[in-house]
């Protein structure tokens, strides 16, 4: 199976997550765009949109596998952090938003390919 990003290219693009939760995540986000995308993604592994998509996916299914609580707000004075509970979005809700920002339309499609 191919991971579409490596740690050294997460942590420069996000970098929220630890090194170890962040290996245990990024299968399944590999395997989710690998699914999605009917193996055209994989064609494509090396491809930077790619990369940062499942980079964002890894954050969005460590949030949700933690309950699901979202950052609503963070103050830094006395730190203060507020979490809000995400019941109007879901996990699929932020992986096709975040796959339609990042990867080609074409690599999504569900029809027939007219060659």
């Known amino acids: 199976m191919t991971f579409f990003a490596d740690y050294e290219f997460y942590k420069s693009v996000s970098g929220s997550l630890g090194e170890e939760e962040f290996q245990k995540i990024v299968a399944k986000?590999?395997?989710?765009?690998?699914?999605?995308t009917f193996g055209r993604a994989s064609e494509h592994a090396d491809d930077e949109r790619v990369k940062r998509c499942c980079c964002e996916l890894c954050d969005t299914l460590s949030?949700?596998?933690?309950?699901?609580?979202?950052?609503?707000?963070?103050?830094?004075?006395?730190?203060?952090?507020?979490?809000?509970?995400?019941e109007n979005t879901s996990e699929m809700s932020f992986a096709r938003a975040a796959c339609r920002v990042w990867l080609p339309a074409?690599?999504?499609?569900?029809?027939v390919d007219r060659e």
């Open 29 to 36: 986000v590999s395997a989710y765009i690998d699914r999605i």
């Open 63 to 86: 949030e949700v596998e933690s309950g699901g609580l979202r950052k609503q707000s963070e103050s830094v004075g006395s730190w203060s952090v507020t979490y809000a509970n995400s």
């Open 106 to 111: 074409e690599w999504l499609y569900r029809g």
